[in-house]
């Protein structure tokens, strides 16, 4: 590495640098400042220094942290189910697909849609009095379930979600399937090996990276969520269906606790630095 | 520690990308931000347009409107108002926001004639700690809807009737006999409701007797309030204590608790906001709702709602032991203090103070409340406006503490402590304990 | 058993698939038929609904929503695309920027971004970005940069070093080999970002419900005012109208350019 491709690569790494600064650099250090203040909206431009009293609070809410549970239960939860039901959908229909690649555009659309639609299109469908879905359920079968109810919204969310990103697992992993080198299959199958055993001993090992981050970034989606569930439920009854992201918009503009819902936010961004750092650590320690 | 200098500081390297593109350059005309979605923007549009088309005119008078979402607007607007934002010169104001609007807005002094036109009373919904800060464009309180076919045959039929009285005793726990609406108390609606459930009454014509809106949103507090007021109930006393948790917001909150849980309103009720409690309505599928007086027009109309234009009647809330009351709010348009055109905005509000320009409000659907002589010209196409003004002063009501600056986020915390009731996720006393310590800190 | 596999795929296409077809039908009935008959069949088809949404454009300017939509999506992606590209460069062939700006990009994907709207509502409301395409296309650009950063790393690691080594021999500068020889192999790969980039940004949000009044509003959040559009409740025939124009363009992307966009996002998943 000679010095003058290191002043090249600082050269070329420029523009980029400043402009994550100007974006998110300045914002962060609005951030800390205001985290560390007490400052509403007639006060935005002379926030008062109370130190950590806003962490505090924050941690103290008790919505905050029914908050933090539904993100976490509700990114692990659709995680897992997409990863299951892509992998199911990915070895299962693989046989189809290597014939006919063009069905995979029909399985990979949904992901072309924006999920705040998606949650509004839901609003439509799942209406009692005008929705195809209650609507089916009361033709044939005479009752239709609360949807969007208390005891219900949760599974219905997490349903929407999955329907809608299960095709991103599915696209991974069937690329991760189609990747395994046929010849270390077929010396599998001389040995005697059937099929179950090939998947479990061959198959699933060579694409359990694929499995991870299909996993992990689903699950980080699914922990950030705001569109869908936003435009579908909203907070939910109690604030039943809050996620975090939620609960920080909610916090900004409708409780006028501006330094608040900042704290809150920046816990929310050490949390997320922690999580990170973590898997970090495991995937290195793996390769 | 005051740190005021410091944000425009860190703002200069941004302020250096947003040169070429700031759009703060002064404009020619008056923009008003309206109330979106409504019969009040219908209104203000044609008020609007007769404005710009007054000879002579001046090009900088001209009026221009904006509306943005109903979704978080008032979120919106008051981080606007309060980024000093001169996107607009006049902008919608509501009873329940003024306080919090207030410090980012300017005061105005109305022509003579607006205290004969509009009425104490009603100007009244547009004040602030002795100030005008708005002219009142729109008037808000609750109807209790019906349909008259379903009543009238419930008034008239005695199969209907024995059925009525059996369910009345089996759930209400009294002897009662159906009544006209305008005469009912709260009992009298539930159990009306109740009669016309399927889940209650397997040979209702209706599949729901009511439709409540109980999702996690500041209006439907508003709607739920006239209930707890009836039986008495306030946010606050004389001295200033925060007096909700009380026996009158107990009944209020266990009367939609027992409606809902009997299955008189729609299984998602809890997901239902003005839209959706229209829908089921216009559906033909529920008999009675305590709705915005805004979508009356529309339910009514055959054309728009085919199963039941033509039947819906429209009555005062019911009583309760303290009386009858519907909640009321005002809407209407104020000055911007970051207004960029404030000689032209308040020629513009000036001329909507005038008979002339409200009665035009009037006819195209927006919802002023007019002193008898000013309403006499229009009275004809607008009935309900006499109904309006007759039971907002008759029923009219404001929680002490509504108007102050905590008034939105208080409703906010009744959202959320209420609906978690609602949803059976707190106990009532945990509602009710955790809002009216809320409420203290809001309500300072 | 092809048969069943046939079946499950025809299950699994329409569940997905579902809402769009669910609203695509809606779309195609009167706003009387929808109050009356919420099955999947349409008794009178009928483009009254697309007919209205545009002869609504006073209220709800459809047309200006989409042009909001797809200018600030295209300035977003293109200029996350010109940042990244020197910088993926860098990283790729000098290892410049390894040790925090990668990771830092990275991990971008995992941060929860609201954390970031509220000081950006605040600076942009000092600064005149508030409901501006730019101001938007700004931060869709940050949005778009961790996913934008991978796709390009990766695609530069497949290009062969000896064409780099070549140019040098000739005595090419640095910016030289990028501009006449990098830049036009990456091509395809740069056009695919730029596909996904583009469909990520249309679709965002988050951002454009709070950056946005008027003047920018997009289509995503312009589709939610019909849920609040008239005085007597919804009018599920122009939302289910306004839904379908919204999704299309994407949609179209998806379908046309569906191999390499399903490509590059294996790739970037597992790599990144």
């Known amino acids: ?287 | 520690m005051r740190t005021r200098r410091l944000l425009p500081g860190l703002a200069l390297p941004a302020l250096a990308a947003g040169l070429l593109l700031s759009s703060a350059a002064a404009r020619a005309e008056v923009t008003v931000l309206g109330w979106p979605g409504g019969p009040e923007e219908t209104a203000l549009r044609a008020a609007a347009d007769l404005y710009n088309g007054q000879d002579g005119l001046a090009e900088e008078d001209r009026v221009e409107l904006i509306f943005f979402n109903r979704d978080g607007f008032w979120d919106k607007l008051q981080t606007d108002l309060a980024a000093g934002s001169g996107e607009f010169d006049l902008n919608l104001l509501a009873t329940y926001a003024i306080g919090r609007y207030a410090p980012f807005m300017e005061p105005i002094t109305l022509p003579d004639g607006a205290a004969e036109l509009f009425g104490e009373k009603v100007l009244a919904t547009m004040q602030f700690e002795g100030q005008q800060y708005g002219v009142p464009t729109d008037l808000s309180l609750h109807f209790m809807y019906f349909r008259e076919d379903l009543i009238d045959q419930l008034l008239s039929d005695a199969d209907w009737q024995a059925r009525y009285q059996e369910i009345a005793q089996e759930r209400l726990g009294k002897e009662m006999s159906p009544l006209p609406p305008e005469q009912w108390s709260w009992d009298d609606y539930q159990a009306t409701a109740l009669f016309f459930t399927k889940a209650v009454n397997p040979d209702s014509p209706t599949r729901y007797g009511t439709v409540l809106q109980m999702k996690n949103l500041l209006f439907n507090m508003m709607v739920w309030q006239s209930t707890a007021r009836s039986f008495g109930g306030d946010w606050m006393n004389d001295q200033g204590e925060i007096t909700v948790d009380s026996e009158a917001y107990r009944q209020g909150l266990e009367l939609y608790k027992a409606l809902y849980d009997a299955g008189a309103s729609p299984k998602d009720s809890l997901s239902y906001e003005f839209a959706e409690a229209n829908a089921a309505f216009g559906s033909g599928q529920v008999a009675t709702m305590l709705q915005w007086n805004a979508a009356a027009a529309d339910l009514n109309d055959p054309d728009k709602t085919p199963a039941v234009g033509g039947k819906v009647g429209t009555v005062a809330p019911p009583s309760g032991d303290a009386g009858r009351f519907t909640h009321i709010h005002g809407l209407g348009l104020g000055l911007n203090k970051a207004a960029q055109n404030k000689e032209g905005a308040v020629r513009f509000l000036e001329w909507l103070a005038t008979p002339e320009a409200m009665q035009a409000y009037a006819l195209a659907g927006g919802a002023p409340a007019l002193s008898k002589d000013a309403l006499q010209p229009v009275v004809e196409q607008r009935p309900d406006l006499a109904q309006l003004g007759d039971y907002a002063g008759q029923y009219g009501f404001v929680m002490t503490g509504a108007t102050s600056a905590g008034a939105l986020p208080v409703y906010e915390l009744q959202a959320q402590h209420f609906t978690g009731y609602w949803a059976g996720q707190e106990s009532l006393d945990e509602a009710l304990s955790a809002t009216a310590e809320g409420m203290e800190e809001l309500l300072k | 058993m092809n048969l069943l596999r046939w079946l499950v795929f025809a299950v699994a296409a329409l569940a997905m698939n579902f809402p769009v077809i669910a609203t695509l039908v809606t779309s195609f009935k009167s706003e009387a038929e929808i109050a009356s008959n919420p099955s999947w069949w349409i008794q009178a088809p009928t483009l009254a609904n697309y007919a209205g949404v545009f002869a609504m454009a006073d209220r709800f300017d459809v047309l200006h929503y989409l042009w909001n939509s797809f200018a600030s999506a295209l300035l977003g992606a293109g200029l996350s695309l010109v940042l990244a590209f020197p910088a993926a460069f860098a990283l790729v062939r000098f290892g410049a920027g390894r040790r925090w700006l990668m990771p830092l990009v990275v991990n971008l994907r995992a941060i929860p971004l609201i954390v970031f709207a509220i000081p950006l509502y605040l600076v942009y409301a000092r600064v005149g970005l508030l409901d501006t395409k730019l101001g938007l296309a700004l931060i869709l650009c940050v949005v778009n940069l961790p996913l934008v950063l991978i796709l390009l790393a990766a695609a530069l690691r497949d290009l062969p070093v000896e064409l780099d080594e070549a140019a040098r021999v000739d005595g090419a500068s640095t910016f030289t080999l990028l501009w006449r020889i990098v830049l036009p192999l990456a091509g395809p790969a740069l056009a695919t970002t730029m596909v996904l980039g583009f469909v990520y940004a249309w679709n965002e949000f988050l951002f454009a419900l709070m950056l946005t009044t008027r003047d920018a509003v997009t289509a995503t959040v312009g589709a939610s005012f019909f849920f609040a559009a008239s005085g007597g409740g919804v009018r599920w025939g122009a939302a289910a109208a306004v839904m379908m124009l919204s999704v299309l363009p994407p949609v179209v992307l998806g379908l046309l350019l569906y191999r390499r966009i399903g490509q590059s996002l294996a790739a970037g998943a597992v790599k990144g």
Do not use: C
Not at chain 1, 123 to 152: A, K, M, Q
Not at chain 1, 177 to 193: L, S
């Open chain 1, 1 to 287: 590495m000679s010095t003058a491709h290191a002043r090249d690569g600082r050269f070329l790494l420029a523009p980029l640098t400043i402009f994550l600064l100007a974006m998110l650099g300045l914002p962060l250090a609005v951030d800390l400042i205001y985290s560390l203040s007490r400052v509403e909206f007639a006060t935005i431009l002379s926030p008062q220094f109370v130190g950590l009293e806003n962490y505090g609070q924050a941690l103290r809410s008790e919505s905050y942290w029914q908050a933090a549970w539904f993100s976490l239960r509700f990114g692990l939860i659709a995680a897992l189910a997409q990863l299951l039901l892509g992998l199911f959908l990915a070895i299962f229909l693989a046989p189809l697909i290597d014939k006919r690649p063009w069905l995979l555009a029909f399985l990979m659309l949904p992901m072309m849609v924006a999920p705040a639609l998606v949650g509004l299109m839901y609003r439509l469908i799942l209406h009692e009095f005008v929705g195809v879905v209650p609507w089916f359920l009361f033709t044939y079968w005479g009752d239709s379930p609360s949807f969007l109810g208390p005891d219900n919204a949760f599974t219905t969310l997490v349903v929407v979600e999955v329907l809608q990103w299960t095709p991103f697992a599915l696209l991974i992993l069937y690329s991760a399937y189609a990747a395994v080198p046929a010849e270390v299959r077929e010396a599998a199958a001389i040995d005697g090996a059937g099929p179950w055993r090939r998947l479990w001993a061959i198959d699933l090992p060579l694409m359990a990276p694929a499995m991870g981050a299909a996993f992990f970034i689903r699950f980080i989606d699914g922990f950030r969520v705001f569109d869908n569930v936003y435009t579908l439920t909203g907070a939910g009854a109690g604030g039943s269906t809050t996620t975090m992201s939620i609960w920080v918009y909610q916090a900004f503009f409708k409780s006028g606790d501006i330094g608040q819902a900042v704290a809150a936010s920046m816990l929310l961004l050490a949390a997320s630095w922690l999580v990170l750092a973590l898997v970090h650590r495991v995937s290195e320690r793996r390769a």
